[in-house]
C-alpha cells in the first residue's frame, strides 16, 4: 500500500507572502497521480491542483504551484500572495488505479 | 452549486437508532465513493461504486450499509453504531472506467455523524 506524509500538522503564513506546504509519499508503481486538496470550515474538499507522474513539468494554478520531486517522492505545494481565503486544512493525496491515499493534512493559517 | 449534494448536514443518533445519509450528484460521474474522515487520520475508504456496482468494500462494520440504486444517488444506512463511529462522512465522485479518478474525486460537504 502507497503511504502519503504530510509532516506539518499546522502552518502559518502572513497575507501576501507565500508558504510551502511539504508532502512524501511512497509508492513502488511507475505510473500514478499526485493531487493538492483545501477543505475550508465549510467542509467541502476542493481539488486545488494535480500532477501527473510521468510529466516532469511542475504543475501550476494561478498561485498555487507544487515542485514535484519524483526520485525524492517529494511534493509540495507553493502558495504565492496568500489570501485571507487560503486559510484551510490541506490534503496531499496520491492515485494508482482505484486506490486513493490521503495525508493527514495540514491546517494553514493566514495572518492578516 | 457543488455538484455533489450531501444530506444532513448535521446528524446526531443514538446507539439503537436507525438512519440513512443520502449524497447525490449532478456530475454525470459513473463513480461514487463514501469516506470516513476523523480528525488526525487519513481519509478513510469505505466504499465504493461503479455503474451501481459495488466494486470495493473496505471491511467496514456491517452496521454500515451501502446503498447505490442509480448512477446519481448513494445512500449510508446507518444502524446500531458505537460512539467511535462519530466522524465526518464524504461523499464523492469521478468519472473513469471502474472508479478510476485519475482526474481525482468530487466531494460533497458531509455530513458530521454524533453517536450519543
Known amino acids: 500500500a502507497q503511504t502519503v506524509t504530510q509532516s506539518q500538522p499546522e502552518m502559518s503564513v502572513q497575507e501576501a507572502e507565500t508558504v510551502t506546504l511539504s508532502c512524501t509519499y511512497d509508492t513502488s508503481e511507475s505510473d500514478y497521480y499526485l493531487f493538492w486538496y483545501k477543505q475550508p470550515p465549510s467542509r467541502q474538499m476542493i481539488l486545488v491542483i494535480r500532477?501527473?507522474?510521468?510529466?516532469?513539468q511542475n504543475a501550476t494554478e494561478n498561485r498555487f504551484s507544487v515542485n514535484f520531486q519524483k526520485a525524492a517522492k517529494s511534493f509540495s505545494l507553493k502558495i504565492s500572495d496568500s489570501q485571507l481565503g487560503d486559510a484551510a486544512m490541506y490534503f496531499c493525496?496520491?492515485?494508482?488505479?482505484?486506490?486513493?491515499?490521503f495525508g493527514t493534512g495540514t491546517s494553514l493559517t493566514v495572518i492578516p | 452549486e457543488t455538484g455533489v449534494t450531501q444530506t444532513p448536514r448535521h446528524l446526531v443518533m443514538g446507539m439503537t437508532n436507525k438512519k440513512s445519509l443520502k449524497c447525490e450528484q449532478h456530475?454525470?460521474?459513473?463513480?461514487m465513493y463514501w469516506y470516513k474522515q476523523s480528525a488526525k487520520k487519513p481519509l478513510e475508504l469505505m466504499f465504493v461504486y461503479s455503474l451501481e456496482e459495488r466494486v470495493e468494500n473496505n471491511s467496514v462494520p456491517s452496521r454500515f450499509s451501502p446503498e447505490c440504486p442509480n448512477s446519481s444517488h448513494l445512500f449510508l444506512h446507518l444502524h446500531t453504531l458505537q460512539p467511535e463511529d462519530s466522524a465526518l462522512y464524504l461523499c464523492a465522485s469521478s468519472q473513469g472506467r471502474r472508479g478510476n479518478p485519475n482526474y481525482g474525486y468530487t466531494f460533497g460537504s458531509g455530513t458530521r455523524l454524533t453517536v450519543v
Open positions: 456530475l454525470g460521474h459513473n463513480a
Open positions: 500532477q501527473e507522474a510521468y510529466k516532469q
Open positions: 493525496a496520491s492515485n494508482t488505479g482505484n486506490q486513493f491515499y
